[in-house]
């Protein structure tokens, strides 16, 4: 996603929020996990939240619902466990209408995912029993499906949105459209979901509809149906469904939680719509009475809902694909299917020895599941077809081999996906640049482009002479200025060359210990004495950093803005490092890197790091834009305040000590604090 869509713009508009502690751009960077939700400030957090949960609603999601409620919300929650965002009903998207008082109020359901948390919840409710003379046997409850729909409320003559909460909005027409009550049931029997069958949805609307909140939107949004949608409603797969007619299992406490898998099974799959957990009520009016509600929820009810999620699949095909190693890896086209929250397409059947020996062909029927955010995986195939195995590259028609367990495209000099998905990988790993997916590769290979080498050394005519527009040509050419003049640390400078074995992490650690003009003579013996690098490992790196050193130096020598990464010996100097011991803490803006950059670099130098000031404090290192307030404190505190620039000759005098004259300088200036 690069910007917001108009459908999204619309429905932040009608939502009635405005961008203010956020750009656009900031919020694509967060849906795309660009950047991370621990560097929002709390309005920011909020503001995403809400952006989110419109989006989410009116169904244009920035982002799936689990991570909604396990990265956003939670982040919330850990930082302020009464934050009003909380308590307030999530607003479900607003359409064309006019708003009315709902009969009755329409709160959100409490939900969790922890089954000790259920467990604690049940417990309250036999309390409150007690408090009205009730024994934990006489509670009643009952248990339905917790649809994952449009919610509504009908109240025999209108249907109203549940808006936020208290004031709906009037979405009559609904039903002047001609959709039914489930199970031709009577109007007004109160709050319910518009849903749709799963089995229609895969069959006719998903080619049309990225997801089922999407389709919901458009029955209640378009002025003319389109005519899937006349369909789906006139089959009666589409229809509004009152809480009240769902399929429900009705015992004690004692028997739901003896039978929790048995009843939330059943429960979960009575109906052939989404479903995203079950919702555990009490009948009893009394104790509902005395429980009541909060804001936000009712006290007597929650929904369950299960972090770990599985679901029976058929594979429509297998697709090979090569990757920028030359593997050619299998990748399990499924019928369109929600697993916690996301709508999922694709999986990978990870090398095709598993797809031979497993039987995943077209017409196979896997189990898959998915727990929280991670990507999907195929836990096992329950019936098995005749597997497809690709003899040629899909990309450049090679004769493939097997190499152990995967197929292999060994045509490393001109194959187009390898090289594309190398260039790929490049701009994907180093991260500050926009506007070489895989679109933009793809167009440069077409025109005979080869390397990043050949991709830097463009120029505006040649890109022109390409076919790319003026406004498109100079975009590009910014970009890569941009990528060059940002700071880039050495290690992902390196990892960006898609070594084998060598991801970012494994490219810091060799870098802590060999600086990178020596990476590329080293041997594999000289590697194997670096931390978590084994023999196989070694050896491959070896040869590795021998492919690339020409490209490497090739490239480097255009001048990026590298910045070198402290050598773990400079932390071992510490008895000579003017950090030695100290508590340091960093304020403000840094220009010379990231303050989690300075920070380690610091730690390797001795130092300790805290995050506020206080009369432990040694050393206040000030970037840009610090208040006066902050840096008053400091003084009152007795602290020693130093500009960022100051901060880093004191530190570089110390990387290279001689008896010179600025070493003398750096121990005068050590020597104040
Ligand atoms: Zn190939």
Redesign the pocket.
């Known amino acids: 996603m690069q910007s917001f869509s108009p459908l999204q713009q619309q429905i932040l508009l009608k939502a009635g929020i405005a961008l203010s502690t956020l750009t656009e751009s900031q919020v694509i960077q967060l849906a795309n996990h660009d950047s991370q939700v621990e560097s929002l400030t709390d309005d920011q957090l909020v503001e995403f939240l809400k952006i989110a949960n419109a989006t989410y609603r009116g169904g244009a999601p920035i982002i799936p619902d689990d991570e909604y409620d396990f990265r956003y919300l939670n982040e919330l929650r850990t930082r302020h466990p009464r934050h009003p965002y909380l308590s307030s009903v999530e607003p479900e998207s607003s359409f064309e209408g006019k708003t009315v008082e709902l009969p009755v109020p329409m709160l959100s359901t409490e939900k969790t995912y922890s089954k000790a948390d259920l467990q604690k919840w049940l417990r309250g409710i036999e309390k409150e029993a007690a408090n009205v003379g009730m024994e934990s046997e006489q509670i009643r409850l009952r248990i339905t499906p917790k649809l994952d729909g449009y919610a509504a409320y009908d109240d025999g003559q209108y249907l109203y949105t549940r808006g936020d909460g208290h004031r709906g909005t009037d979405i009559t027409r609904v039903f002047d459209r001609g959709l039914s009550v489930a199970g031709n049931g009577k109007r007004g029997q109160g709050a319910g979901e518009i849903v749709i069958l799963k089995s229609f949805f895969v069959r006719h609307l998903a080619e049309k509809f990225e997801n089922t909140r999407n389709f919901q939107a458009s029955i209640i949004r378009e002025k003319n149906l389109d005519p899937l949608t006349e369909k789906a409603i006139a089959e009666k797969a589409a229809v509004f469904y009152p809480f009240a007619a769902l399929p429900a299992w009705n015992g004690s406490i004692a028997e739901f939680l003896s039978k929790f898998d048995e009843v939330a099974g059943e429960i979960r799959s009575s109906v052939d719509f989404d479903v995203d957990g079950i919702v555990i009520e009490v009948v009893n009016e009394d104790i509902k009475r005395n429980l009541g509600a909060t804001r936000h929820h009712h006290r007597w009810q929650l929904a369950y809902k299960e972090n770990l999620e599985k679901a029976i699949v058929q594979v429509l095909d297998v697709r090979p694909q ?1 990757s920028r190693s ?1 593997r050619v890896n299998p990748v399990a086209e499924l019928e369109p299917t929600q697993l916690s929250g996301a709508s999922i397409r694709n999986v990978t059947a990870h090398h095709y020895r598993m797809v031979e020996e497993n039987g995943i062909g077209p017409g196979a029927v896997i189990e898959l599941i998915r727990s929280g955010l991670v990507i999907p995986k195929i836990e096992k195939v329950l019936i098995k077809a005749e597997p497809k195995i690709p003899q040629c ?1 899909p ?2 028609d ?1 004769e493939l081999i097997w190499q152990r367990d995967y197929l292999i ?1 060994p ?1 490393t000099s001109d ?1 187009p ?2 090289i594309e998905n190398t260039l790929e990988h490049f701009f994907k790993t180093i991260k500050n640049v926009d506007g070489f997916g895989s679109q933009t590769i793809k167009r440069l290979y077409a025109e005979g482009i080869r390397t990043l080498y050949a991709i830097y050394t463009l120029d505006k005519d040649k890109l022109l002479q390409m076919g790319f527009g003026e406004k498109t040509a100079q975009n590009l050419l910014d970009q890569l200025q941009r990528s060059k003049t940002q700071p880039l640390e050495d290690w992902r400078f390196l990892a960006a060359f898609g070594i084998y074995h060598m991801g970012l992490g494994m490219c810091e650690k060799l870098l802590q210990h060999y600086r990178l003009q020596e990476i590329f003579g080293l041997t594999a013996d000289q590697l194997l004495s670096v931390e978590r690098f084994a023999k196989i490992t070694a050896n491959a790196v070896a040869e590795g950093l021998q492919r690339i050193e020409d490209r490497f130096w090739n490239l480097y020598h255009l001048g990026f803005n590298i910045q070198t990464t402290p050598l773990l010996t400079e932390g071992l100097k510490s008895e000579n490092s003017p950090l030695a011991g100290k508590l340091i803490v960093f304020t403000g803006a840094m220009t010379s890197g990231s303050r989690e950059d300075l920070k380690s670099r610091a730690k390797a130098l001795g130092a300790r790091i805290a995050g506020s000031v206080t009369g432990k404090t040694d050393l206040l290192v000030v970037g840009k834009n610090v208040g006066a307030v902050k840096m008053n404190d400091a003084i009152g505190k007795g602290v020693k305040i130093i500009s960022e620039e100051d901060y880093l000759a004191l530190i570089s005098q110390n990387r290279a000590p001689s008896l010179t004259d600025a070493d003398a300088q750096s121990e005068a200036q050590f020597s104040l604090f």
């Open positions: 090569t030359g590259c990309s450049c090679t495209c045509n194959c996906a390898q």
